[in-house]
Nanobody, 114 residues
Framework: VQLQASGGGLVQTGGSLRLSCSASVVPFTKYIMAWYRQAPGKGRDLVASIGSGGNAVYVDSVKGRFTISRDNAVDTVYLQMNSLKPEDTAVYYC?????????WGQGTLVTVSS
């Protein structure tokens, strides 16, 4: 199983980035897909998750700024991040979960400069 995340980079405060994660889990539609992040010196925290039907959950700090979506036709989950803040700086990880199965991607670094 592979989860390949991409789209991170350096952006100024107020800017936008779109993360993508291509997943080889089968069947993709049965997995809850999520994005987590780990800031320097901190633990890994949930940012947003999305079920197979498109129902999404967000951590309070990103509500109204981030949007998680999935394209089941290409086995990919996205995270659109707008109005970025320095506190959003972290390594972002893609995650796939189904019952007892949990898979992680390699992480992509997002740096927001003030």
């Amino acid at each position: 199983v592979q989860l390949q995340a991409s789209g991170g980079g350096l952006v100024q405060t107020g800017g936008s980035l779109r993360l993508s994660c291509s997943a080889s889990v089968v069947p993709f539609t049965k997995y809850i897909m999520a994005w987590y992040r780990q800031a320097p010196g901190k633990g890994r925290d949930l940012v947003a998750s999305i079920g197979s039907g498109g129902n999404a959950v967000y951590v309070d700090s990103v509500k109204g700024r981030f949007t998680i979506s999935r394209d089941n036709a290409v086995d990919t989950v996205y995270l659109q991040m707008n109005s970025l803040k320095p506190e959003d700086t972290a390594v972002y990880y893609c995650n796939a979960e189904r019952l007892a199965e949990i898979y992680w991607g390699q992480g992509t670094l997002v740096t927001v400069s003030s």
